[in-house]
Every structure is written in structure tokens, then in C-alpha cells.
């Protein structure tokens, strides 16, 4: 367990420290923020928090089906150390969870922007009223935390980096110690 908890630890300081050089480089002002493209000769912004924004409505609509909105065709999710190679897998995940957590709701409680990336430092609450990867329902309240860092193309997120206190939340579901 200690080397679990070291290895969370030791992803969420390096995560941070990613978060601390974004913070420092960061220089554009708020209304410079957003991708700009160009379709038919017209010209349309795309805020690069709006799709992230959108990425967290997903889970607090509870819409699976909103995934394939917020996330781009070539979506290739990178979490806690594992690859997720493709928006339909990311999309199993979301309804995986979905269906353990169906009051899940995420808050944004930081964010930062530079160019077509942001990162955000997330909270979750939600009860644990379905199968969770192979864990029977407890009916628990949980806490989840998480950074996750998002690279946006083209109003979708194309690519993410997520850590999240994964050995936290079974903590409190009662499988860990």
C-alpha cells in the first residue's frame, strides 16, 4: 500500500510542478485565449476552456453520449499511467462510471490556459450505487481528486494527461486499507 501511496504521490507532485510552469509562461490575456480557425472564409473562435468545460459536462448531465461531442476523433487519453488509445474506449469508461456513480458531478476548482492546452485541478463527489469495476455497490459518498491537463484541437479535446487519487477513492469504497 505505502508504494501505491508513494506513486500517487510522487504523479501528483509532478503534475504540479507542470501546473507551476504553465502558471509562470502563461502571458496571453483572457480574451487572447482560444484557438482561431478558419472555415469558408469566415473566421470562428473556439475557446480551449469551453471544450473542457464541455469534457466535465458529460459526467454532470450524466450523457454518455456527449463524450463524442467534447472529445475529437483521434482522442488518445493518457491516465494514471495507463493509455486510453481511443474515444470509444474513453467512452466506455465514462458510462462505466456512469453507472457506479450516477450522481457524479465534477467542479472545475482551478484552471489555467496557454495556447491550445489547459490544466485543471478537478474535485468529484458522488454515492457509489452500482458495480464498479468488479466492487458491489456500498452506497458511500466519495471525494475524488484529480489534475488533468487537456490538449484541445478544433474545439475538441484531442489528448489529456490525467492523475487522480485513485487509492483514495477505493480507500473510501472499503477495498484498501
Not at 480557425?37 to 476552456?49: P, Q
Not at 450522481?103 to 484552471?111: F, G, K, N, P, T
Amino acid at each position: 500500500m505505502k508504494s501505491i501511496v508513494g506513486a500517487v504521490f510522487t504523479r501528483n507532485c509532478l503534475f504540479v510542478l507542470t501546473l507551476l510552469t504553465l502558471s509562470m509562461t502563461a502571458t496571453r490575456s483572457a480574451s487572447a485565449q482560444s484557438d482561431v480557425t478558419t472555415t469558408g472564409g469566415n473566421v470562428h473562435s473556439v475557446s480551449v476552456m469551453d471544450a473542457v468545460h464541455k469534457f466535465y459536462q458529460a459526467y454532470n448531465d450524466h450523457n454518455a453520449s456527449l463524450w463524442e461531442q467534447a472529445m475529437a476523433p483521434s482522442y488518445v487519453g493518457h491516465v494514471n499511467g495507463q493509455t486510453i488509445p481511443s474515444r470509444e474506449v474513453g467512452k466506455g469508461f465514462v458510462a462505466a462510471l456512469l453507472s457506479a456513480f450516477p450522481d457524479i458531478h465534477y467542479s472545475v476548482e482551478d484552471s489555467l490556459q496557454e495556447g491550445d492546452r489547459a490544466a485543471v485541478r478537478w474535485s468529484a463527489t458522488a454515492t457509489h450505487t452500482g458495480n464498479f469495476f468488479g466492487l458491489a455497490p456500498t452506497q458511500r459518498k466519495v471525494r475524488m481528486i484529480g489534475m488533468t491537463i487537456f490538449r484541445v484541437e478544433n474545439g475538441q479535446v484531442a489528448e489529456l494527461w490525467d492523475v487522480w487519487d485513485e487509492a483514495g477513492l477505493m480507500k473510501q469504497l472499503g477495498a484498501a486499507k
